[in-house]
């Protein structure tokens, strides 16, 4: 099975601006994460979504948004950008089951705000 | 919010075992024990996980202790591609949710 993509790999923006980053998961996976990651932080979950819908969400200013399609895939939409949004922004899939579970990540989005 | 607490670094010598240990004191009946590694900006790979008999896949082992406050991961035959971030993480079932909440971690510099 191919693993979880994400596009696009690196992105440079400008203060103010808005982007939108995009996951596709392993075919079969119906929950989709984002995770925010920088020095200071760490890793930080965003949100999850699951057959379309948000099922949880982290501690992140509205600015921070996503959605997810029929397909499966995700989108999450950063608007006005600060420079403290410059992170490694990861995807993860995984699959509904009984009990414990694990999350496939992907390589992520390297954002650069200027 | 992070419920394990993991050592910073460690070392360990190419060939040895790797034991890298993680507290998780405030730890339910229900929640499950993550293994995650990160390579250098690399998305976090999965590694093993359990809830409360001790596990082994190809990768590594999961000794958890009997009143599950602890845990310990032991890569058997460390290399240098070994060397990583590992996360210890603690998460409940499906049914609440599939945040992970990843603390500090543990690197581990595997020498030659």
């Known amino acids: 099975k191919a693993g979880v993509t994400q596009t696009p790999r690196y992105l440079i923006k400008t203060r103010g601006q808005q982007v939108t980053l995009s996951c596709s998961p392993i075919s079969g996976h119906r929950s989709v994460s984002w995770y925010q990651q920088t020095p200071g932080q760490g890793l930080q979950f965003l949100f999850e979504?699951?057959?379309?819908?948000?099922?949880n969400k982290g501690n992140f200013p509205g600015r921070f948004s996503g959605r997810q399609f029929s397909n499966s895939r995700s989108e999450m939409n950063v608007s006005t950008l600060e420079l403290g949004d410059s992170a490694l922004y990861l995807c993860?899939?995984?699959?509904?089951?009984?009990?414990?579970?694990?999350?496939?990540f992907g390589p992520g989005t390297r954002l650069t705000v200027t | 919010d992070a419920k394990t607490t993991q050592p910073p670094s460690m070392d360990c010598a190419e060939g040895r075992a790797a034991n890298l240990p993680c507290n998780h004191s405030?730890?339910?009946?229900?929640?499950?024990v993550y293994w995650y590694r990160q390579i250098h900006s690399q998305g976090p790979q999965y590694i093993i996980h359990g809830l409360k008999n001790n596990e082994t896949n190809e990768m590594a082992s999961l000794i958890i202790t009997e009143d599950r406050k602890s845990s310990t991961l032991i890569l058997p035959h460390a290399t240098l591609r070994d060397t990583a971030v590992y996360y210890c993480?603690?998460?409940?079932?499906?049914?609440?949710?599939?945040?992970?909440?990843f603390g500090t971690g543990t690197s581990l510099t595997v020498i030659p």
């Open positions: 405030t730890i339910s009946g229900n929640e499950y």
């Open positions: 993480i603690v998460r409940g079932p499906e049914s609440t949710g599939n945040q992970f909440y």
């Open positions: 993860a899939s995984s699959h509904r089951g009984a009990g414990g579970y694990e999350q496939y």
């Open positions: 979504y699951f057959s379309e819908t948000q099922r």
